[in-house]
């Protein structure tokens, strides 16, 4: 953080950053640092930088002072979790059923999200995580495809045709198409 509050506003390349915290940790403890690269990710995943675009990074000091760095104020986020139930919007256990939930942000606050109920969401540890390793668009079809094989066990041909017209709008606007359709493979073993 302090190369980038020594030229703020400018747009950073990692490479040379990574280079003078290298340098200045070899002064201190005489090794090399452990990630420095991941560090920078990091501190923009907190909010603290700014990325104008792959490896590129800057620190606004204006913009910063004024952003707010933390979770949901605790009202906001009570508020949240008694709107849905107290109950996880994607599998509807809650803390009832011994499961813990979290207030999450809809949009991550580092990508302009804010700390309202709005842009607030109970989710349940398992799914929080899993929207966190995925984009909002993996995360939905991953759980869509968890939907369709409990609906092809259950032979539940109405949830089975509402999944497969779903995965007819992520292949008719190729979004996630990395992630198998698995209607499908799994319609062989029906």
């Known amino acids: 953080m302090e190369y980038f509050q020594k030229h703020p506003k400018k747009e950073l390349l990692h490479g040379p950053v990574v280079d003078w ?51 949901f104020p605790p009202d906001i986020k009570e508020a949240i979790f008694k709107r849905d139930g107290y109950k996880c919007i994607v599998c509807g256990r809650g803390r009832e059923d011994g499961v813990e939930i979290h207030a999450d942000h809809r949009i991550p606050l580092e990508k302009g999200g804010t700390n309202t109920i709005e842009n607030g969401q109970t989710l349940c540890s398992e799914h929080n995580l899993l929207k966190k390793n995925y984009s909002q668009t993996e995360f939905g079809k991953r759980f869509l495809i968890r939907l369709y094989q409990e609906a092809l066990e259950k032979n539940d041909e109405r949830m089975i045709k509402f999944c497969e017209e779903i995965f007819d709008i992520y292949d008719k606007y190729n979004i996630n198409s990395h992630i198998e359709r698995p209607d499908r493979k799994f319609k062989e073993f029906k």
């Open 21 to 71: 915290v290298e340098e200045q940790y070899r002064k201190l403890y005489k090794r090399k640092p452990r990630d420095p690269w991941r560090e920078i990710r990091r501190l923009y995943q907190k909010g603290f930088l700014i990325k104008v675009k792959k490896g590129v990074y800057k620190y606004d000091p204006d913009l910063i002072r004024n952003k707010e760095l933390h979770e």
